[in-house]
């Protein structure tokens, strides 16, 4: 058998290739599980409580971008949307005086904005639908879309 494997070195080297694939599926498997990065739960906590308005007021893209930035010591008071209340929220959770909403950023509003769509101009091309980060937009392609309001943060 050996002989067959020296003299025919196409099938030796799939065997070696093949021997080397399971070896390093092995090693890289190991890793994977030894070395697995867990996500940082406070980033978690601050991000359920931003609005999700994905409005980019605090200067992020972003409610998960800016529960990462405050995660690593930026201002928690940057959040029109979310206004004091979530403001409060964040520095309980944080265990740390609560500051007012920083004016540079915009103004608290009053009321909830809710998302509309313009009928007479609806096309249905589901770009509101893709856009959306809480899927309160209920429609199909080619057809009249409408925003469900209990469910748009705005």
Do not use: W
């Amino acid at each position: 058998m050996i002989d067959f494997l020296l003299h025919n070195p196409v099938l030796t080297a799939l065997i070696v290739l093949g021997s080397l694939a399971l070896l390093f599926g092995a090693i890289l498997g190991f890793a994977a599980v030894r070395f697995k990065v867990e996500g940082d739960p406070i980033v978690e906590q601050l991000d359920a409580l931003l609005p999700q308005t994905q409005c980019g007021q605090c200067g992020h893209p972003g409610c998960r971008p800016y529960a990462e930035g405050i995660a690593n010591g930026e201002a928690i008071n940057k959040c029109p949307p979310g206004g004091q209340n979530t403001i409060n929220a964040i520095a309980d959770l944080l265990d740390i005086e609560a500051p007012s909403l920083d004016e540079e950023h915009g103004e608290e509003a009053d009321t909830k904005t809710v998302a509309f769509i313009r009928e007479d101009e609806c096309i249905g091309c589901t770009k509101c639908i893709q856009a959306c980060p809480v899927d309160a937009i209920l429609g199909a392609a080619k057809q009249m879309h409408t925003v469900i309001a209990a469910e748009c943060t705005g």
